[in-house]
């Protein structure tokens, strides 16, 4: 009797073919192209350091990161010199590259104004992911930052401004903390977010409003450049429409004797 896996064998004929005879098989689809994908990132990426090197100093590594908040920034220790950039400029050419690498070495004006224009055009890259907050979102237990808002909006800025507001997510503060950020803008998504510390019942609506119409104003006065190229987010046109809220030294005052009581959440 032939054993079974002798008959299952001449099902499919008995011509023996050798393992190097055989045409190898295609490429996957799109390996090539992935290959290549990855050829070019890494050149490029070989491009931005030795760049960076050229104005920052040899020691000078990069990191690529995908921080919506800080999207070029360095800083050093003992034997190197880190340079952090969005993967946005991924897509820079090497003016864009050199022109960073010259401002943050000497602060050269129209470098930073030729980084600024890269980051307009590119901004599409920052906001893949991000929509609209749901109505609800500036609702909170005790204030309602949809209604603070509108309210700013109509006596200091003419009912034009209605962006996106909300609470911020509950964290546990850090033990000997003594500071605090209330508030803060994205100017890419046009947001605004509150710290949840404030949604007290034992904090004033007023107090709560000063800090929204302080991110208002980011809004509508966004960052200037210096005559040195110098970055200014708090620059005088910024502060003299700030300074139009009505009650604003005493909401500061308030908050500043009851930090504590806020930081204790």
Known sequence: MIPPSETQL????????????????????????????????????????????QFLGPKTQLVWTD????????????????????????EADEKVIVAIGRYFKT????????????IKAHSHLLMHHEGSLPLNTGKGEH????????????????????????????RRQKRGRRSIQL??????????TIHPSLDKAFIPEMCVARIVHHEMCHHVYPAQRSPS???MVHHKTFLEAEAQFVGAEEADAWLDRNLNKILRG
Do not use: C
């Open 107 to 118: 602060g050269h004006k129209p470098s930073g104004q030729l980084v600024d224009t890269f």
């Open 229 to 231: 190229g110098r970055r």
């Open 67 to 90: 921080n919506k908040s800080v999207l070029l920034s360095q800083g050093s220790g003992k034997n190197k010199h880190t340079f952090r950039m969005h993967q946005m400029f991924m």
């Open 143 to 170: 204030h309602d930052l949809h209604v603070i808002q509108e309210a700013l909006s109509r006596i200091y800025f003419n009912g034009k401004v209605n962006l996106d507001i909300q609470w911020g997510r509950p």
């Open 183 to 192: 508030g803060s803008y994205d100017a890419r998504v046009q947001r605004i």
């Open 10 to 53: 001449s099902l499919f004929g008995t011509t023996t073919t050798r393992l190097e005879d055989k045409d190898p098989p295609p490429p996957a689809k799109g390996t090539t192209a992935a290959k290549e994908k990855t050829a070019n990132t890494i050149s490029h990426s070989k491009m931005v350091q030795d760049t960076l090197k």
